[in-house]
């Protein structure tokens, strides 16, 4: 293999090491983005054949096959540099930060709905057989506003 064509070999063959395929393959949600994510994969991991030029030049002539030899050999493809992430990863870090916070907002809220819902579905059960006093012992705010109003001479009219 040529010089140039076993760099773009190489340079594959390292990226294809660097990328978390499974990790990406987890964000994958239908089926046709799993398949065509399967095939970029293969893509990757199967190593390009070399360029046979002995075999072009008995079919087409060693002028030609030599002037396409040297413009393959003379095609450099840059190092990617990225200077992107860096720029990110603060925000990003700082981001996930939050969402922790969020998150335990967010279950400390569900369990104080669930226990609201649960003090609900309990009184429905027990409110045909429930006194007054029984509920104004539950909901003590309740008593006082009913006791101040009365004591207000206000009936509501």
């Known amino acids: 293999m040529s010089g140039v064509g076993k760099k773009v070999v ?3 063959f390292k990226a294809g090491r660097t990328i978390d395929w499974d990790g990406m393959a987890k964000l994958m949600v239908s089926d046709e983005a799993r398949k065509e994510f399967s095939t970029l994969r293969r893509a990757f991991d199967e190593e390009p054949e070399p360029i046979d030029w002995e075999y072009y030049r008995k079919g087409i002539g060693s002028r030609l096959v030599d002037m396409y030899k040297q413009a393959y050999d003379e095609v450099k493809i840059p190092q990617y540099v990225d200077n992107v992430t860096p720029q990110y990863k603060p925000k990003f870090d700082a981001l996930l930060v939050e969402l922790k916070e969020a998150e335990q907002m967010s279950l400390k809220e569900s369990e104080r709905l669930e226990k609201e819902i649960a003090d609900v579905q309990e ?5 045909s057989t429930m006194t007054a006093d029984e509920y104004f012992a539950k909901h003590p705010e309740l008593k006082k506003k009913f006791d101040d109003e009365i004591r ?3 009936w509501g009219y």
Not at 123 to 127: I, S
């Open 123 to 127: 009184l429905k059960k027990k409110l």
């Open 152 to 154: 207000n001479d206000y």
């Open 10 to 12: 190489d340079v594959a």
